[in-house]
Nanobody, 124 residues
Framework: QVQLVESGGGLVQAGGSLRLSCAAS????????VAWFRQAPGKERQFVSA????????VYADSVKGRFTISRDNARDTVFVQMNSLKLEDTAVYYCAADRWGLGSRGSSQYEYWGQGTQVTVSS
């Protein structure tokens, strides 16, 4: 079983940047696709970005394309998402999720393991 822990969230002004990390414990993350989802209060969970298990496929939601960059460091069993030019509407709890041998699906049902989430708040 993979345990995922997100970190890097916080409060940032609009236009600022944050880098979220998703670290795995108890098992290597190198065999897993990892995706980021987010959920704002009163809204459904939304796909943000995903990277396949080998890093060969990367996908982004249209709302973050050009502003967010996902990457992985398998030596550290960690996946990152660099978030630049943050907007008020990026405010949400961000979750990472893992899918063994996955290719980077946008669908949340594809992912077996989930972290607890990290809060990102963008202020004006």
């Amino acid at each position: 079983q993979v345990q995922l822990v997100e970190s890097g969230g916080g409060l940032v002004q609009a236009g600022g940047s944050l880098r979220l990390s998703c670290a795995a414990s108890k098992r290597t993350l190198s065999n897993y696709a990892v995706a980021w989802f987010r959920q704002a209060p009163g809204k459904e969970r939304q796909f943000v970005s995903a990277i396949s298990w080998n890093g060969g496929n990367i996908v982004y939601a249209d709302s973050v394309k050009g502003r967010f960059t996902i990457s992985r460091d398998n030596a550290r069993d960690t996946v990152f998402v660099q978030m630049n030019s943050l907007k008020l509407e990026d405010t949400a709890v961000y979750y990472c999720a893992a899918d063994r041998w996955g290719l980077g699906s946008r669908g949340s049902s594809q992912y077996e393991y989930w972290g607890q989430g990290t809060q990102v708040t963008v202020s004006s």
